[in-house]
């Protein structure tokens, strides 16, 4: 600082509230630009789940298909997608094309969250059926285990039950191939 | 309830509306009998997060899952267990974003310094602008004729 | 079709080309001299007004004659909305509310040439103004380009979508332009800042100029901030006031800069020393209230109260954000360290200044307490991923500490005098007040459980005893013959008095919240006939019956609360059942008492074997109503001090205008 005149040292001093405020507009602006490029959220929530083993569960069916529980996910070898979803989520039907296409990559295993077996059968009837097997989660208090906030979001789990991807939004066409079907590929292999 | 774009729109509109029209406890069966044992619980539920609505706590919030939580809660306390074993509970589940009042940690330290360091750093500041140059500065000189001038006006204009 | 939407979309352009004009001609006259410029200037700030008048009552005429081809009046108003709601929906929405900044912006431009025309200099003037023209412009452009309110649509719809049930309520309907004035009235002093950096030169004068400015500004966003929670506190039913929500925080920040602004401005007028600090104090006041409002919008910051998002938008905002904070901070850098304070006078660290720079210390510090809470969550999760929450009970922990020596400091303050004070005398005016205090608190301890709502509630009396003492002090109570007593104090300067008033009006609301903190509540689920009990009253359900209601049905009961006995009040908790939305709302019920309020919500009803039972949620809210009754009675003492015939400048005006004296006085 001693080789600046006294005056340039109060300018200095008088520019630190601007270089707050570029610092803070500039992240306002990155965060900006990644919420239109879609790569940030605010409301997104982290999810400590990740890379644990599935918790504890066991659930029953909805008749005809077979339920199933934390054990059985545990003792996999090859993926399986855990969906929870219910008939009464609009963007949940939206998403079930996906899964109809993605069943054929992969087993998929629903949980009918908060719903009841005829309304889910129902659903599951005009909609077709992705799931290989199908549980059901009638007071939700499953999802609060693995930490769901709403419906649809999906798991990915791998070997010995470790969940390794989680999306808490519903599937699109684009999640599906650029994230998932290459994730899928990498754990199986 | 996880929406693209438009469906959030339409969600935040609802997470305005539901929360405020219905109760938030609305059914007195939710409430612990013993009054302690719910205060507690109230103080607990106070502490976390609605995950579903922005900026309030389950207890607040008539969100189906806020629901939940609250209930779980309740039933968490009734067994006895400490607040922060439930709030461990939680965190476990939902992570670091439902505790409203964030954990002291190396990330949120510099959150909870400031409340600490503000006062000190803005004392500093006075006493660099305003202390430092105290014994440099030349005792004042004497009203010159015309301030005395401009002096008496002000003070007649003040008792007029 | 005199006012149609096109009218109205026009005057908004022309708006804007005069804003742009009324912000160069003055600099342009300035440079060369030139009177015709300068004095077009004024012209051009009431032409702008105008146009924005013009504006604003076509979007109303549409609203209020349900012109569907409108896309905002589609979207916010319905046939069956009453003629209110038509009316103030209009600044209920994104678009309609940046209308009203920009409106409330020219007004300011208009008073400020109105009033400042002969007691400031030309130059300083000519510049205020320019630089409200500037800002003015921008938004009208923002306006114009990314939420224009005048946008049609087509096919028309037969019907608009209807606004909020929530927000269809007489106390929220003004709440918006009470709250815009206050956030664009410290536009006021952020263009006075502006222009001081532009002239180099800052001085006692300048001081008293801003303060008016400042302190109305303050005034409306004191009762707009009021307002809001009261509206929380009756709306919203379930007895919470303040939720600490990014909304709420973004006008509680402003007001913390903009209440050290009043304060801090007090010794630039009266010391001619904290020049440059209040300088930044008036950029960041109106930078705080710009940001605040704007990011909330964006949706970065989520919000409860939250318009709908557009990052499109925010990018719009930031950059006008940019242009004005950024070039404003850069301004000051670049200027404010020739605004020597070498010719200031020193004092004392106790002392009225050193008292007041305390005071400018705590109260910055809240405000970047609020600031870092609010925006550490968006923060984290951009550069770390993690995310966090920042909520009531994290700020309720933080600035309360920091409040706490602030009321102190607030009690001591008036009573010490400039430059230099010594301790002894200031603890012999003192101990009477400590004394009076401590004997408030024994007594207050019975009444409160817990030590910190105790500790809050003894600084709240503390604070009221201080200052009523002060003034009895200055008057001589109890020492001179009482006559003489009253003499003085009708001497006394209407500043003194003022502060006095304002400060007691913080201690109301601090002992309010204090003893809120004591509410006591109840759910129940209650028959026809039956009692319950609260809070030492008696609370009955007499009756339940259906009312239509404008655009709703509403299922109203009828609850007497008795105390012993005697009837005390007769609360009507509804449930109102909108149909355009399809939505039912609780409609709060409250009888405010001198010391408490009784708060009843009505539930749900559920009939099990021919007996019908309904939920009720009761609330004994102890001191409630004070907590907004103090806001007022801040504003009361803040308007009374601004009166003060010292720094009046516009009895000085009107004086000049050769107004007879009555006239004068009844002004």
């Known amino acids: 600082m001693t080789h600046f005149s006294p005056l340039t040292r109060r300018r200095l001093l008088m520019s630190i509230p601007l270089i707050g405020a570029m610092g803070i507009g500039f992240s306002f602006w990155k965060m900006l630009t990644d919420m239109s490029a879609g790569t940030f ?47 009464w989520c609009i963007p949940c039907l939206e998403e079930m094309p996906i899964l109809l296409s993605l069943k054929n990559f992969l087993p998929l295993w629903g949980i ?73 590929k990498k754990i199986s292999s | 309830m996880k929406f693209s774009t438009l469906f959030k729109t339409i969600f935040v509109v609802l997470c305005i509306l539901f929360p405020f029209s219905l109760l938030a406890v609305d059914d007195p069966e939710e409430m612990l009998p013993n009054p302690k044992a719910e205060a507690r619980a ?35 306390v009734a067994q006895g267990e400490s607040n922060q074993h439930i709030i461990n509970w939680m965190v476990q ?42 014994k440099t500065l030349p005792p004042h000189a004497p009203l010159t004729q015309e301030e005395k001038k401009r002096l008496n006006i002000l003070i007649k204009d003040t008792h007029s | 079709m005199f006012f149609s939407p096109e009218l109205g979309h026009y005057a908004l352009a022309l708006a804007c080309i005069i804003a742009t004009a009324q912000g160069i001609f003055p600099f342009i006259g300035l440079y060369y001299r030139n009177s015709l410029l300068i004095n077009l200037t004024y012209r051009l700030a009431y032409g702008q007004c ?59 431009g208009t008073v400020v040439s109105l009033f400042g025309r002969h007691s400031l200099p030309t130059s300083l003037k000519a510049r205020v103004i320019a630089i409200l023209g500037l800002i003015a412009a921008g938004f009208e452009l923002f306006c114009l380009t990314t939420s224009n309110p005048f946008m049609r649509i087509f096919p028309a719809p037969w019907d608009g979508q209807g606004m909020n049930p ?43 100029w801003v303060r008016p400015w400042a302190i109305t500004a303050w005034c409306f966003l004191t009762c707009g901030i009021a307002a809001g929670s009261w509206w929380s506190y009756y709306v919203l039913g379930w007895g919470g006031y303040w939720f600490w929500d990014p909304v709420e925080n973004a006008s509680l920040i402003p007001w913390l800069t903009g209440t050290a602004l009043i304060h801090s401005a007090i010794v630039v007028e009266k010391r001619n020393t904290l020049k440059i600090w209040t300088i930044l104090l008036s950029i960041g006041t109106f930078s705080f209230s710009l940001s605040g409002t704007f990011l909330v919008r964006s949706g970065i910051l989520n919000s409860v109260h939250a318009f709908a998002n557009d990052p499109a938008r925010g990018i719009f905002i930031l950059g006008l954000l940019g242009i004005v904070i950024g070039g404003s901070l850069l301004l000051f850098a670049y200027r404010a ?93 003192l101990w009477f007040v400590i004394a009076l205090t401590a004997i408030a608190a024994l007594i207050a301890s019975h009444k409160f459980y817990g030590l910190l709502p105790l500790v809050c509630a003894t600084i709240a009396i503390w604070i009221i005893i201080a200052s009523l003492s002060d003034i009895a002090q200055r008057v001589a109570l109890l020492r001179a013959p009482f006559l003489t007593s009253i003499n003085r104090a009708c001497a006394l300067p209407r500043s003194v008095i003022g502060v006095a008033i304002a400060h007691i009006g913080v201690g109301i609301t601090v002992l309010g919240i204090s003893a809120m903190s004591q509410a006591q509540h109840l759910i129940v689920e209650m028959p026809i006939g039956t009692t319950k009990h609260l809070a030492g009253y008696d609370w009955t359900l007499t009756g339940i019956a259906k009312k239509p209601g404008p655009n709703y049905m509403a299922l109203v009961a009828t609850l007497e609360v008795r105390n012993n006995g005697k009837l005390i009040a007769t609360l009507h908790p509804a449930r109102r059942h909108f149909n355009t939305q399809n939505q039912t709302i609780a409609h709060v019920s409250i009888a405010s008492l001198p010391f408490a309020d009784l708060y009843s919500v009505l539930g749900k009803q559920r009939t099990i074997d021919h007996t019908t039972t309904y939920v009720l949620k009761l609330h004994y809210n102890p001191l409630a109503s004070w907590i907004w009754g103090g806001a007022l009675i801040m504003v009361i003492g803040s308007a009374f001090s601004f009166s003060d015939r010292r720094n009046n400048h516009f009895r000085h005006i009107l004086h000049r205008q050769h107004l007879s004296p009555s006239v004068i006085e009844a002004l």
């Open chain 1, 41 to 87: 959220n605010s409301h997104d929530i982290n999810t400590p789940i990740l890379n644990r083993p599935v918790p504890y569960f066991t659930l029953p069916g909805v008749i005809p298909q077979q339920g199933f529980s934390s054990t059985e996910l545990k003792h996999l070898n090859t993926p399986v997608l855990v969906i929870f979803f219910a008939s």
């Open chain 1, 112 to 184: 009918a969250y908060k719903d009841s077996p005829y309304n889910v059968k129902e659903f599951l009837h005009n909609s077709g059926n992705p799931f290989t097997r199908l549980a059901e989660d009638r007071h939700g208090l499953v999802g609060i285990d693995w930490g769901i906030s709403g419906v649809p979001e999906s798991f990915l789990i791998g070997a010995g039950g470790i969940i390794r991807w989680h999306n808490p939004n519903p599937l699109t066409e684009e999640t599906m191939t650029h994230i998932l079907l290459p994730l899928v």
């Open chain 2, 42 to 76: 109230e103080a607990i539920g106070e502490q976390l997060r609605c995950l579903v609505c922005q900026n309030e706590s389950i207890e607040d919030s008539s969100s189906a899952l806020a629901r939940d939580l609250r209930k779980i809660v309740r039933e968490h």
């Open chain 2, 93 to 134: 589940r939902y992570g670091a974003f439902i505790r409203l009042r964030p954990a002291f940690s190396s990330s949120t330290l510099l959150l909870w310094s400031v409340p600490f360091l503000a006062p000190f750093i803005g004392c500093f500041i006075a006493y660099f602008f305003y202390y430092r140059h105290k």
């Open chain 3, 50 to 108: 105008i146009a924005l008048s013009v504006s604003f009552l076509c979007l109303i005429y549409a609203a209020v004659t349900n012109d569907f081809s409108v896309e905002n009046i589609a979207m916010n108003s319905a046939v069956s909305k009453p003629l209110l709601y038509k009316i103030t929906g209009v600044w209920g929405n994104h678009e309609g509310s940046i209308l009203l900044w920009a409106f409330i912006l020219s007004l300011c």
């Open chain 3, 166 to 208: 929530l927000l269809q309520d007489p106390g929220l309907a003004f709440h918006p332009p009470i709250l815009y004035a206050g956030y664009v009235g410290f536009a006021v002093p952020f263009a006075f800042a502006i222009a001081a950096l532009l002239e180099g030169h800052v001085d006692a004068a300048w001081g008293q």
């Open chain 3, 337 to 429: 360290p020739l605004l020597t304070e070498t010719n200031s006078t020193l004092f004392e660290p106790l002392s009225r200044e050193g008292m007041l720079l305390l005071n400018n210390i705590l109260l910055c510090s809240l405000c970047a307490v609020v600031l870092t809470g609010t925006l550490y969550p968006p923060f984290m999760a951009i550069l770390t991923g993690q995310t966090i929450s920042v909520g009531k009970p994290f700020f309720d922990a933080t600035t309360i500490p920091l409040a706490i020596p602030l009321f102190i400091a607030m009690g001591i303050g008036p009573m010490l005098p400039w430059k230099r004070a010594h301790l002894w005398p200031l603890l012999n005016k």
